[in-house]
């Protein structure tokens, strides 16, 4: 599959020869519509932003929000403090309440107006975004438009998960997080209990997917390795669904240029 980005052909993914891949590959043409906008640019390219239009971002979604609700449904101490790991732990709470889960959005997602939806997956991607630092962070995230009506996915199957790995190679690439809610990971960096209700790993096929821009040979912190053990988890168990699912890979990808105006497309080439 090929993609252009800001006009330009960028990379093309040559898909790996095995189930998921074939899965993804069929969930992408099911969804594909050619019409410019299959890609978030958005959140695709939200980690070119600046630390301080990424606050901003944040404090006008929380106020357009309480404006459409008509009451203070979201409520931010008057000095903020960004620092403080319990200001986004009770902001990911309210974007909970607000969005619902990935398969059973709120009543509000499903009728509130386009600006208000995104405002609200703003809310989610600023959180995360303020709590573990922008810039790119060793991977690329080409993100699926949030505007259909629908965002399908694929159960993983028992055998699917074999092909999880707990390494990252260059120009590899991944499924991303396909969920709403908090991943082991999550639970760990935003020192949140092992039972956490949201928690939810990766067990999905969708569209989205994450390049890979260097390697490591681990791709969990040694401070995660202890809370699983701590916890009675097992990081290297695959069926966990918190590793690196891989499904091709490119021939290589230049980011020097990228922004956060940029704008990427699909070109899905069927033979």
């Known amino acids: 599959m090929l993609y252009e980005v800001d006009g330009k052909p960028a990379f093309r993914i040559d898909l790996y020869n095995h189930p998921v891949a074939s899965k993804w590959k069929s969930l992408i043409e099911s969804i594909y519509v050619g019409d410019g906008e299959d890609i978030d640019n958005k959140r695709t390219f939200f980690n070119f932003q600046s630390t301080d239009e990424i606050r901003d971002m944040l404090l006008d979604a929380i106020k357009n929000i309480n404006t459409f609700l008509k009451t203070e449904f979201i409520k931010i101490p008057e000095q ?26 709120t009543k509000l997602m499903k009728i509130a107006p386009t600006n208000i939806k995104e405002n609200i997956r703003d809310l989610n991607y600023c959180v995360h975004a303020l709590e573990h630092g922008t810039g790119v962070l060793g991977n690329l995230g080409i993100q699926w438009t949030k505007l259909r009506t629908e965002t399908p996915r694929i159960d993983l199957e028992d055998d699917d998960y074999q092909l999880f790995q707990f390494h990252q190679t260059k120009n590899e690439v991944y499924l991303a997080y396909n969920e709403l809610g908090k991943s082991y990971i999550d639970l760990w960096q935003d020192n ?20 890979a821009l260097d390697d490591k040979k681990n791709i969990f912190d040694p401070g995660f390795v202890d809370w699983c053990y701590d916890n009675n988890i097992d990081p ?16 290589s990808i230049d980011i020097e240029h990228l922004t956060k105006h940029s704008k990427a497309n699909i070109i899905v080439e069927r033979k």
């Not at 290297?236 to 021939?251: F, N, S, W």
């Open 80 to 105: 903020l403090n960004w620092d403080d790991q319990n200001l986004y732990n009770t902001l990911h709470i309210a974007f909970e309440k607000l969005s619902g889960e990935f398969d059973n959005p």
């Open 236 to 251: 290297l168990e695959k069926k966990h669904g918190i590793g690196l699912l891989p499904i091709g890979k490119v021939e």
């Open 192 to 211: 949140l209990p092992v039972d956490y209700n949201a928690t939810k790993n990766n067990h999905y096929i969708g569209a989205d997917i994450e390049i």
